[in-house]
């Protein structure tokens, strides 16, 4: 029987694998150089683990395809046919900016051109009646200019049809009649709820994507098969759960972000095996930093995210905070003199100065060699460092201009580096609401732990968990996940005014179109979890706060109640005597899929042994004989006190100076600081 699950997670800079074996428990790990074509790397990756595709019975799939289709705009022609007097829209959009004072950055561009923005004539008012017809003839008339004009994709995105999507449907209908196989999205099925750019802008992206997640499925899938494999691909998506590739090329969108999402999944099921149900991941990879945070064994789900500033993707989406400071970010200095650490990224080619591949600015990882604190090896010997180029490098970049000593100056690349990825910690906790100091920090991703201990320290956090590979932990989450789908449905009224057999029914509606859903993805009846929620505010506001609805709420009193906790919670105030509005209810529809489950082993009183001995400077101070340890020679049980590094195939652990380290039964190191 077939008792391999494998997950592969493509980055920027590497495709991460992880093979799990049912039958022993144990885990593989291996890592490919990320391609062009990310299916080159997805079967070069199984190729070198060793995985014979007839012996799997699972396979999930983090993506980039269609985060990179948004970012580089390769995606194809696609058109809107919207509601005539309203096709600009998604470029007037909220008429903000993300840096509000620099005149000279315009926000980006639409995805969908104005000259493939058409109109027909038609009206549905906000309370979903019918003020004009649909011009069913101007609407064919439309449909046969989109067929001459070659296009890949429609959206269709009227006025209103949150409210009633009738006309939305029948326009679908006409498009599919004269467009043969172009796929259609309406937003009323994308999205149906209020405010209109950003029901628009959703539509628009997953119809802008969806000809490229389906022709990526497609050969990725006639790919796997044709080698073996006789199962349903799964691929992740933003909010957390799978999705099939039948689900995918339906909501699209979600695919954006999907990556990521993994990192923070495993972290928080990493730290609730260890006892931490209150935990922030730490991802950080060759090009940026991923941080997430889950409180009492939950992540943080938001839907105002985007890819690209101005056109919100309003899918529910793990919260996640990206900064570009990675292993090969820059190290650089501004006009004024001061050291700045990324945006900028030597990225995968040419990579850091000691890949010795031409680049000559110094990044994150050529201060760690200089510092000694990252050895001269990657990926398990198949990518050599060099300290030389690594050290002229930092020399040239910081040290010349800034007058520093060399090792001064890697530690001060660090600094920077630090500093911004505990600024971005910050954000994510304390400006939340949260204390770090209640939390764990996950680090992982092939340079967080290089990193993790020292950003904790500067924040107070307790405790620093390293995942046993921390390089392919994002690939780990994608087996640790179920198949799930968000579905929602605007609902605006007066909490105190509103009856629970109303709620009630607006959530049956919505669990049948579940059931379809999850039909569809092969998911019986037994497998099935269903998690209400309704979003509310307080009367005048628009932005809302979602509130479980459980089966032990009996009234709208209780949902109130529970409504103004959050809101303390969350904001620190709380208006008791304020009416209450019910903005939207919400379902999240989950299809249980069997987990991994990762082996325990027994603890050992073995003292570790070193395999070498260098230098390693930590605060501008040389360590001359700190231990270096290899990972996989530790058994549970292992304790040491820093300075020591511990290296492995994927990542290097950095434990400082007067620190206590161990290994857990399940084989994470956990670094510990004093009270």
């Known amino acids: 029987m077939a008792s391999l699950r494998v997950a592969i997670d493509i980055g920027g800079t590497f495709t991460d694998v992880c093979i799990l074996d049912d039958a022993t428990k144990s885990i593989r790990v291996t890592k ?51 509601t005539k007097g309203f096709r600009d829209i998604i470029e007037i959009r909220r008429a903000d900016k993300e840096d509000l ?43 046969r200019v989109l067929r001459k004009r070659g296009v890949a994709a429609v959206a269709v ?10 006309h939305e449907r029948r326009m679908k209908e006409i498009l599919l009649e004269e467009l043969d196989g172009i796929p259609v999205t309406t937003s ?15 539509t628009v992206v997953n119809a802008a994507l969806s000809p490229v997640v389906g022709d990526y499925c497609n050969a990725l899938d006639e790919k796997l098969k ?28 979600r695919l954006a972000g999907s990556g990521i999402a993994a990192g923070a999944i495993a972290s928080r099921h990493i730290a609730s095996q260890c006892g931490f149900p209150n935990s922030i991941g730490l991802d950080m990879g060759g090009t940026s930093c991923d941080v997430s945070l889950a409180s009492e064994g939950r992540s943080r789900v938001t839907k105002d995210w985007f890819i690209e500033f101005g056109y919100p993707i309003r899918f529910p989406a793990i919260e996640l905070l990206t900064i570009g400071a990675g292993g090969g970010s820059h190290a650089w200095i501004d006009p004024a003199g001061s050291l700045r650490n990324g945006p900028q990224s030597a990225g995968a080619n040419p990579g850091p100065a000691c890949y010795g591949r031409g680049n000559m600015i110094p990044t994150n990882t050529d201060a760690n060699v200089v510092l000694g604190r990252q050895g001269t090896s990657l990926a398990g010997g198949h990518m050599s460092l060099d300290p030389k180029l690594a050290q002229a490098a930092v020399a040239k970049g910081v040290a010349e201009p800034l007058g520093l000593e060399v ?10 580096a630090n500093a911004n990825m505990a600024d971005a910690v910050r954000l994510i906790s304390i400006s939340r609401g949260y204390d770090p100091r209640d939390f764990a920090l996950v680090a992982f991703g092939g340079a967080g732990a290089l990193h993790g201990a020292e950003i904790a320290r500067d924040l107070a956090i307790p405790v620093v968990i390293v995942p046993p590979n921390p390089g392919v932990t994002s690939a780990l989450g994608c087996l640790l996940v179920d198949v799930q789908h968000d579905l929602g449905q605007t609902f605006i009224s007066e909490a105190s005014k509103t009856d629970m057999g109303t709620l009630k029914s607006l959530f049956a509606k919505l669990e049948d179109e579940a059931w379809d859903l999850l039909q569809q993805e092969g998911v019986e009846r037994k497998d099935v979890i269903l998690e209400r929620s309704v979003d509310m505010m307080y009367q005048g506001q628009w932005r809302s706060l979602s509130v479980p609805f459980g089966a032990a709420l ?32 919400n379902l999240s529809a989950i299809g249980v899929t069997p987990k991994a489950t990762l082996a325990e082993h027994p603890l050992s009183d073995e003292k570790p042994v070193p395999k070498e001995r260098r230098t390693v400077w930590f605060d501008d101070k040389p360590f001359a004989d700190t231990p270096i340890y290899q990972r996989e020679d530790m058994k549970a049980g292992a304790k040491l006190v820093g300075p020591a590094i511990i290296e492995q195939f994927d990542s290097t652990t950095v434990v400082p100076p007067r620190v206590a380290a161990e290994i857990d039964r399940f084989l994470n190191i956990v670094i510990r600081f004093e009270a």
């Open 407 to 416: 090792h001064a100056s890697a530690n001060a690349i660090v600094q920077v």
């Open 554 to 585: 009996h009234s709208t009193d209780e949902l109130v109640a529970a409504f103004h906790a959050l809101h303390e919670r969350e904001y620190n105030f709380r208006r008791d005597d304020a009416p209450v509005d019910i903005y939207r209810v």
């Open 226 to 253: 044709s080698e073996g494999y006789k199962r349903d691909l799964l691929l992740l998506h933003s909010g957390g759960g799978v999705m099939t590739a039948r689900g995918a090329k339906q909501f699209a969108a």
């Open 157 to 166: 995105c009227f006025m209103n049809a949150f409210a009633n999507g009738e």
């Open 188 to 202: 009323s099925e994308t999205l149906p709820e209020i405010f209109e750019h950003e029901r628009f802008s959703t």
């Open 32 to 82: 490919v150089p990320s391609t062009a074509n990310p299916i080159d790397g997805f079967m070069a990756g199984l190729q070198r683990g060793n995985v014979a595709l007839g012996d799997v019975a699972l396979l999930a799939h983090g993506t980039t395809v269609a985060t990179n289709a948004l970012i580089t705009r390769r995606l194809p022609r696609a058109a809107m046919v919207c």
């Open 101 to 143: 004072w620099d005149t000279y950055k315009d926000v980006a561009r639409p995805y969908i051109p104005r000259r493939d923005r058409l109109e027909v004539p038609e009206r549905v008012d906000a309370m979903g009646r019918v003020r004009e017809p649909l011009d069913e003839d101007e609407a064919r008339r439309v449909a």
